[in-house]
């Protein structure tokens, strides 16, 4: 009698909705809807790649390796991983006006930021702010967790450490005098990681907070003075931080640096001669890495990358050429022909 009544609690409503009566509809495939409809889909497949491809081709991307390998190089003298504060000059000329708004980036090649280890060498609580996680920072972070006098480092992490901090300043030259091209660094990094995942402590002044505590080992300078010229860019919430801590998924990757829409290059860079003056600071060619700058206009479609372009137009012929054999074997087996 107990079994009994429990079945009948546990017994969903005896509706058409719980037991799956209601009215449906399912499409009965046959040749007269299938062949038109690989073709539609295969042409409108078509028409969106040659559009993308079209479009990426028509973005501008320049592309200036500074690594330093070879002996001509201008930044051959900086690669020296002993040298400090070195500071090189690449010279470059733009044929056409470089449509903006620009985009400039700083690229790294077989620099394995998605490696496990790397990624979880962090400490999410330290980076929102937790002042209890500045003294004592997590198991995580090591061995970037403390210093040679066991004092906390913050932020702590492989991560962290191993920040980006070369510079770039651009010029254009007229006639033999520079003009330096402002750079806009505001809004690069991420909303969500700005407004939500990074905090800074709540203590004024800010440097009040890392009191006890140590810069990492590889940085110039603690997070709260990253950008002395602007306040509201210190600490976790530093732009160029932010960018950094947000790991790339493969191997060879860019990250952006700055934009280029002020002042008289709001259009873009007119044709001439530039010359871009860098602080080599982040040697790479311990770990056979590259690393280079990247100039970047972009379209409705983002960046450069005729790949969409070529997979809509080779899945798009695939589904053409598809509906063209099942149109033949349906032709052949449909009307046979006469003996």
Known sequence: MVKHETDQVNR?????FTQQRLPAWQPMLSAGIVIPGFAIIGLAFIGIGVALFVTSRNIQVLELDYTGVAANSPCFRCSDPNLRDCVCTLE????????GPLFFYYGLSNYFQNYRRYGVSRDGNQLSGNLENFQSPSDECAPYQFDSNNRSIV???AIANSKFNDTFTLYQIVRGVRTE?????KGIAWWSDYNVKFRNPTITPLRNAFNGT????????????????NPANNGFINQDFLVWMRRAALSDFRKLYRRITEGDYAEGLPAG?????????YPVLSFEGRKKVVLSNVSWMGGKNEF?????????SLCVVMSVVMLIVYAKFKFPEED
């Open 155 to 157: 932020p702590c992490g």
């Open 92 to 99: 470059f000329s733009i044929d056409k006006l470089f449509e």
């Open 214 to 229: 140590v810069k990492p080992i590889n940085w110039p300078r603690p997070v709260y003075e990253l950008d002395p010229n």
């Open 181 to 185: 091209v402002p750079f806009d660094g």
């Open 12 to 16: 969903p409503d005896n509706t058409a």
């Open 308 to 316: 969409l372009g070529i997979a809509y137009l080779v899945i798009g």
């Open 273 to 281: 001669n530039y010359s871009l003056v860098i602080a080599y600071n």
